[in-house]
């Protein structure tokens, strides 16, 4: 029934929308849907409405995509879930469509009427839509049949589902290459509710067609299904029935399969078990870390330190950091980026001995790589070797790379190194700090790009949090107050921002003392950008110096600068004077 005070919608209105020229007009219609569904009232839904959606399914591929997924949110409006039946025929049509979105939709939300509706409903209407879709003349509708079993099969009679398996089973052989992917695709979720007694039997048929597929797009959906019917399995079934697969797939002809495999590699282990992977997988992975075809390597080189993590340590020392070795010289710097992104997380795989004497080299080597993301990725995981080793020797060994590193001329590398700093300060300790960093992070705030800058003042608030107020006065406070006279604007600019972040953490003493008379210095400057940062500087320290710098110093500084011939200048000043205004009512 329509809501209390709202009319009937007219259906005739709706025909004339959705036969509107304007396909905006008519999106917005079906977008209403629910609307339209809720003024007609549940009865006009299913006369009305349901019926002239099914008769009028031949549109744009952006009016049917929102018509599938409005269609799949109407059970509340038709009755319930006992009338959620007259639900599935417009979407049955829209499984037939040639564009794969709407298809796509339509499955899904034929999927989620299917999940709610009652049992008897599904043997009387849902089962026969999916047997109809799946001898469908058009292999659009075979394709989107396939998704619709898992749904369809817990429901069904035993002779219904005996003809349902022997259906899948056609399709895992159909014609048309498309369905079989579309099977392939989802003969693990129908795996699933297929009972155990048939799992061995006919869902590995089907398995075994989908792995001898000669369409590699086929075989490579195939190798998904190794891992979704291996955890239906066990590890004893798995191992005997799915791991010949998986040596197979890792020795494709199709490097789209052989890669698959490699980036698959964690979890098909998981599911054969750790004896298994131990004794037969170590050799296929092995040949893909080893591939001919660079994407292979990247996937197998991603994938190493979950590998090891299953072997043992003397497996992985003795057979997979050889092809690690090789892959840190690999020629494709995408191969050297995806190893550099995990093996600082074989350290705690491997130990102390086996990081020191197998690892370290390694690292070295691609602390140096030429290409910047490799650099990159080493330096963001240093602190999983130093759980490992110990800050001392990771000083000795890596430091030095990492100073050089940072004078790198890629920004982006010197932008990692900085924001590594003060987690690497804390492990390393003041004195270490004083002596090998400090400088480079004075250097920062001078930094050609903004970015670097950016970072290196919000760098030194890091550091006056990780070592205190009184170290940052006596080690950053005189370097950073002398570079506030630099000649060039822009790091003068820098330096009022550092002061901005830092003040909070010094206190309000250290703040009146040593900062707010350089700042209030710096309101003089004849470069108006200094001058409006000046404003937004002091407006930060409102809530850091007292109620009686604010009025004493803070306040007569921005009066002046209220008067200066720039309008940014004036427009900034007034905001700081506004907020010293809001606080001094608050209090």
């Given at each position: 029934m329509a809501a209390a005070g709202e009319p009937l919608y007219p259906i005739v209105v709706l025909i004339d929308e959705l036969k509107n020229e304007d396909i905006q007009l008519r999106l917005n219609s079906i977008r209403r849907l629910s609307t339209i569904a809720r003024a007609l009232g549940e009865e006009r839904t299913r006369k009305e409405l349901i019926p002239f959606m099914i008769e009028n399914n031949d549109d744009d591929d952006e009016v049917l995509l929102a018509m599938a997924e409005a269609v799949g949110n109407l059970i509340p409006y038709v009755g319930g879930v006992e009338h959620a039946s007259v639900l599935l025929a417009p979407l049955e049509g829209l499984c037939s469509v040639e564009e794969s979105s709407v298809r796509e939709k339509a499955v899904a939300s034929?999927?989620?009427?299917?999940?709610?509706?009652?049992?008897?409903?599904?043997?009387?209407?849902?089962?026969?839509?999916?047997?109809?879709?799946?001898?469908?003349?058009?292999?659009?509708?075979?394709?989107?049949?396939?998704?619709?079993?898992?749904?369809?099969?817990?429901?069904?009679?035993?002779?219904?589902?005996?003809?349902?398996?022997?259906?899948y089973g056609q399709l895992c052989q159909d014609d048309m290459p498309m369905v079989r992917r579309a099977a392939a695709t989802n003969l693990g979720k129908f795996a699933a509710t297929v009972e155990p007694s048939h799992l061995k039997t006919n869902i590995m048929s089907m398995f075994g067609d989908l792995t001898?597929?000669?369409?590699?797009?086929?075989?490579?959906?195939?190798?998904?299904?190794?891992?979704?019917?291996?955890?239906?399995?066990?590890p004893q079934d798995c191992a005997s029935?799915?791991?010949?697969?998986?040596?197979?797939?890792?020795?494709?002809?199709?490097?789209?399969?052989?890669?698959?495999?490699?980036?698959?590699?964690?979890?098909?282990?998981?599911?054969?078990?750790?004896?298994?992977?131990?004794?037969?997988?170590?050799?296929?992975?092995?040949?893909?870390l080893r591939d001919n075809e660079a994407e292979v390597r990247i996937a197998a080189a991603g994938k190493v330190t979950k590998f090891c993590a299953i072997v043992n340590p003397e497996i992985s020392i003795q057979h997979i950091l050889p092809c690690v070795k090789e892959l840190s010289n690999d020629s494709s710097q995408h191969v050297r980026s995806a190893?550099?992104?995990?093996?600082?997380?074989?350290?705690?795989?491997?130990?102390?001995?086996?990081?020191?004497?197998?690892?370290?080299?390694?690292?070295?080597?691609?602390?140096?790589?030429?290409?910047?993301?490799?650099?990159?990725?080493?330096?963001?995981?240093?602190?999983?070797?130093?759980?490992?080793?110990?800050?001392?020797?990771?000083?000795?060994?890596?430091?030095?790379?990492?100073?050089?590193?940072?004078?790198?001329?890629?920004?982006?590398?010197?932008?990692?190194?900085?924001?590594?700093?003060p987690l690497l300060?804390?492990?390393?300790?003041?004195?270490?700090?004083?002596?090998?960093?400090?400088?480079?992070?004075?250097?920062?705030?001078?930094?050609?790009?903004?970015?670097?800058?950016?970072?290196?003042?919000?760098?030194?608030?890091?550091?006056?949090?990780?070592?205190?107020?009184?170290w940052a006065m006596h080690h950053i406070i005189p370097q950073v107050l002398e570079m506030i006279n630099d000649p060039h604007y822009l790091y003068?600019?820098?330096?009022?921002?550092?002061?901005?972040?830092v003040a909070p953490v010094l206190g309000s003493e250290i703040t009146c003392s040593k900062l707010l008379p350089v700042i209030v210095t710096a309101a003089?400057?004849?470069?108006?950008?200094?001058?409006?940062?000046?404003?937004?500087?002091?407006?930060?320290?409102?809530?850091?110096?007292?109620?009686?710098?604010?009025?004493?110093?803070?306040?007569?500084?921005?009066?002046?600068?209220?008067n200066d011939p720039d309008v940014d200048v004036r427009f900034f000043a007034n905001q700081a004077l506004?907020?010293?205004d809001q606080v001094m009512m608050s209090t």
């Open positions: 034929l999927c989620q009427i299917g999940s709610q509706m009652r049992e008897s409903d599904l043997v009387e209407f849902f089962v026969p839509l999916v047997k109809r879709l799946a001898v469908g003349e058009w292999f659009t509708a075979r394709v989107s049949s396939c998704g619709l079993f898992h749904i369809a099969y817990p429901s069904a009679p035993e002779n219904i589902k005996n003809e349902l398996r022997t259906i001898q597929d000669d369409q590699d797009s086929v075989r490579l959906l195939a190798v998904e299904g190794c891992v979704s019917i291996g955890k239906l399995l066990g029935q799915i791991l010949p697969d998986i040596i197979n797939f890792s020795q494709d002809k199709s490097w789209r399969v052989r890669y698959m495999v490699a980036n698959q590699l964690y979890d098909l282990c998981e599911a054969v078990g750790q004896e298994a992977t131990r004794t037969e997988l170590v050799p296929a992975f092995v040949r893909l190893l550099a992104s995990v093996i600082m997380g074989m350290a705690p795989v491997l130990g102390k001995d086996g990081t020191i004497d197998q690892l370290l080299p390694i690292f070295l080597s691609l602390l140096k790589d030429e290409f910047p993301d490799v650099r990159l990725n080493i330096i963001s995981k240093l602190d999983q070797v130093n759980q490992v080793i110990g800050i001392d020797l990771l000083s000795q060994s890596l430091l030095p790379a990492i100073v050089e590193l940072a004078e790198d001329k890629h920004w982006r590398v010197r932008l990692a190194i900085i924001e590594y700093i300060a804390s492990q390393l300790g003041v004195q270490f700090f004083d002596d090998k960093l400090g400088a480079l992070c004075m250097q920062w705030l001078k930094d050609k790009v903004y970015s670097i800058r950016e970072a290196a003042a919000n760098n030194v608030k890091r550091l006056a949090e990780e070592f205190g107020p009184e003068r600019m820098t330096i009022l921002s550092a002061i901005s972040l003089k400057d004849r470069v108006p950008n200094i001058k409006f940062t000046v404003a937004k500087v002091l407006q930060s320290l409102i809530s850091v110096v007292d109620h009686s710098v604010v009025e004493n110093t803070i306040r007569p500084c921005l009066v002046e600068l209220t506004r907020a010293i």
